[in-house]
């Protein structure tokens, strides 16, 4: 017996760290296989292009895809320091 999954997909939002120690933040309903995609290279980010080593330091589930794309924003609009702080949270 197969039983579909009818829940709609939790999008998350997350931040990388480039090896310049810049903060990249995305949205992605699957944050595994989003931050491959920009390891790899060609369906990242290019803004992310040769800046590796990249580490996934972040990440935070929020809802649907408007929920995501407004922290993104608001997240985007945070200082260095305070998305360090918001990093820091996370690994505590």
Not at 20 to 31: E, F, M, P
Request: proline share 4%.
């Amino acid at each position: 017996m197969c039983i579909e999954n009818d829940l709609p997909p939790v999008w998350h939002v997350y931040m990388i760290r480039t090896a310049k120690n810049a903060l990249y933040t995305g949205i992605t309903t699957d944050v595994a296989r989003r931050f491959r995609e920009h390891q790899e290279g060609k369906k990242g980010a290019k803004a992310l292009r040769g800046k590796g080593p990249l580490r996934l330091v972040w990440t935070e589930p929020v809802g649907d895809k408007s929920a995501a794309l407004k922290r993104e924003a608001a997240i985007k609009k945070l200082t260095k320091l305070q998305k360090e702080l918001l990093v820091r949270s996370n690994n505590d």
